[in-house]
């Protein structure tokens, strides 16, 4: 059975897209992959989705944008796609057992938390170490959180600890941080934040759990031990691009290429083939731009196919 | 059929001085990827009816036990095999990560 539009991904991008493409009656078929719905379901609650005066946390909106789309008549698979072949038609894409096949193919595979690769992380994460401090942060009830990292989910993370924690530092490995103004201005006002500049996590210390981190101040060179009972990692995102490579053309960072062009602006090097959301975006990055990325690209599809 | 519920009050008994293997999700209402875990939990438990009793425990209501084994992250899954853990895993690893985990322990893998 030859489809007519599978979409891989299952974030704001690719629900999105699976919403206007049930709507155009392509009946899409997403491979959600094996953890659905992004990185919205490791957030709390989301400020900054328009239509939201109150917020909205960020699991139930990609639970209510899946259901969306199915409601319109999307197909949802929850398996992770392992292999693509984009150079013949109809394109193939692997996920578990099957081969799924389709005219059109909507790539909105996002981007994944990188890890640091200090020694110690590996060996004690779950155990101190962590990367969803919304998830974890009660665990750290009067005790000493460090976050790696400076952007926006840094930051959110910081202050999400704040609410449990006695002590919060933020590890920054520059002098200034690349989060939003707003929740800048939270984390300065906060009393139980302080925030090491210049500064790199180097290894993660403990037996059981994590009991102290070692960090080296860029700057002057100095290497210190300091007693820590987590570590929230929140170093930034890579797109996940691993399968696509000598398929669709990449750019140096790995992130896909589209036209950015009117009037098919989501449109790989590969006729058919379309991107959106994190996987494209290395600037904007956020859950209202994937999502808008995800509706162009369903259109770009309706009209590749209608024209075949 | 859905994942047996453990507390405070019936972990010792359930699971440190049960036999056999049972598998046990850690998780919390406010956690989004315990929210993805919580309908393959419920599914594993009817697949391995017999094999393995798959439960849960709610973080916020049994601070004692998951205190007592050191659970800093959810969803946790450990799996214990005569009251003895034998295999323990942090985050949500999709249905085959758990199979995977269940696999093991029975010596299918």
């Known amino acids: ?308 | 059929m859905t994942a047996v519920i453990f507390s405070d009050k019936d972990f010792e008994e359930k699971v440190v001085k049960g036999k056999g293997v049972v598998m046990v999700d850690f998780y919390a209402d406010w956690c989004g990827p315990c929210k993805l875990a919580a309908p393959i939990i419920d599914e594993l438990s009817e697949e391995y009816k017999g094999k393995v009793v798959v439960g849960k425990m709610d973080v916020d209501a049994n601070q004692q036990t998951t205190g007592k084994f050191g659970i800093m992250s959810i969803p946790t899954v450990v799996v214990f095999k005569d009251g003895k853990e034998v295999e323990r895993m942090s985050g949500f690893a999709g249905k085959e990560g758990y199979v995977k985990l269940i696999k093991k322990v029975l010596g299918e893998a």
């Open chain 1, 1 to 308: 059975m030859v489809r007519k539009l599978i979409i891989i991904g299952s974030g704001p991008a690719g629900y999105t897209a699976a919403v206007y493409a049930a709507r155009a009656e392509l009946k899409p078929l997403v491979l959600a992959g094996e953890k659905s719905g992004g990185q919205l379901m490791n957030t709390g609650a989301v400020e900054n989705w328009p239509g939201t005066k109150e917020g909205v946390m960020g699991p139930e909106l990609m639970i209510e944008m899946r259901q969306q789309a199915v409601k319109f008549g999307a197909e949802m698979v929850d398996k992770q796609v392992t292999k693509v072949d984009l150079s013949q038609r109809p394109f193939k894409v692997w996920a578990g057992e099957e081969i799924y096949e389709a005219e059109a193919v909507i790539v909105a595979t996002g981007a994944e938390s990188v890890m640091s690769g200090v020694p110690g992380e590996k060996e004690l994460l779950g155990r101190g170490v962590a990367t969803c401090a919304v998830c974890d942060a009660p665990f750290y009830r009067d005790k000493v959180a460090y976050v790696i990292g400076g952007g926006d989910a840094a930051v959110e993370d910081a202050l999400a600890l704040t609410k449990h924690a006695k002590e919060v530092y933020l590890v920054h490995r520059r002098d200034e941080l690349r989060a939003s103004k707003i929740m800048v201005k939270r984390v300065k006002e906060n009393e139980k934040i302080k925030i090491l500049w210049n500064t790199e996590l180097k290894e993660v210390l403990g037996k059981d759990k994590v009991e102290k981190i070692k960090v080296r101040d860029n700057q002057s060179g100095e290497e210190k031990e300091l007693v820590a009972d987590g570590v929230f990692l929140a170093i930034g995102h890579k797109p996940a691009t691993e399968m696509f490579k000598n398929q669709l053309t990449l750019d140096e960072k790995g992130y896909i290429k589209i036209s950015m062009e009117y009037p098919i602006v989501t449109q790989t090097n590969i006729q058919g083939v379309f991107a959106a959301g994190d996987v494209v975006d290395y600037r904007y990055k956020q859950a209202v731009t994937a999502a808008g990325m995800g509706c162009q690209a369903a259109l770009d599809a309706e009209k590749y196919l209608e024209q075949q």
